[in-house]
């Protein structure tokens, strides 16, 4: 994982924010419905790119690896900011410094609207960041009219540039997923083997593919392929 500081006021947050080495635009697989997001999210920081894009889903449609695969585009000036994670610091903290960057990521705005010192903050940071030429790139479990937001200046800024919403990935596309993420790591996934895992694993997404993790190690160590029988073995199901 790459660790991304955040700036605060007279030193550094006591929380390091860290970015998957995994959540990158080519370990993403698109949905038919979000395929045309991709080339957005690669030419964001571009002079011609969208200034702000704002991604919205239920948990586990990939907004945050999205988010950090914008920072890993954007390399060094870049920040990744899970709100829900940094929402007991005073907002002034956690955004210092976050305005003068190429590219603002900023993960869970509901966990802070609805605060009026967090939207007044959000307020003024956006403000600054469309001076400074920083671009963002936000998400939500909702659509900028659906957030709960005191603010209604906030709320349109919300909506500056282009808005997507990422679907939840039902079974069938949670295995496609399983089995993409797979021959990503040079391993061979059958469609049985991947309907075994899905119909046994957690329903969000990120659980099931840390179990992939789990599976490429023992994998590995044991020298053997994805059979049904090594899966149940390696998960002890």
């Not at 007044?120 to 940071?125: E, G, N, T």
């Not at 469309?130 to 900028?144: K, Q, T």
């Not at 200046?153 to 997507?164: A, I, K």
């Not at 659980?207 to 899966?231: H, M, N, V």
């Amino acid at each position: 994982m790459a660790a991304i500081s955040v700036g605060a006021t007279g030193g550094q947050l006591p929380l390091p924010i860290q970015l998957r080495d995994d959540a990158t635009l080519d370990n993403f697989l698109p949905a038919p419905a979000t395929e045309a997001l991709l080339p957005v999210l690669r030419g964001q920081c571009s002079a011609a790119g969208e200034a702000v894009v704002f991604l919205h889903g239920a948990e586990g449609s990939g907004k945050s690896h999205l988010l950090q695969a914008g920072c890993h585009l954007a390399g060094g000036g870049a920040v990744y900011l899970p709100l829900a994670e940094l929402a007991e610091y005073p907002p002034a903290d956690v955004l210092a410094g976050a305005g003068e960057l190429r590219l603002a990521a900023l993960d869970d705005l509901q966990a802070v609207l609805g605060q009026r010192d967090w939207e007044l903050a959000l307020f003024a940071f956006f403000n600054h960041a469309r001076e400074s030429g920083c671009r963002l790139l936000l998400a939500a479990n909702g659509s900028p009219r659906a957030l709960d937001c005191g603010l209604e200046d906030l709320r349109s800024r919300l909506g500056w540039g282009g808005v997507f919403h990422l679907p939840t990935p039902d079974d069938l596309q949670k295995q496609v997923i399983l089995q993409f993420r797979a021959r990503r790591r040079g391993l061979q996934l059958t469609d049985e083997g991947a309907a075994y895992i899905v119909a046994r694993a957690p329903r969000a997404l990120a659980p099931l593919l840390a179990l992939l993790d789990q599976l490429d190690r023992q994998s590995l160590a044991q020298q053997r392929a994805l059979t049904i029988p090594f899966i149940r073995q390696a998960l002890d199901w």
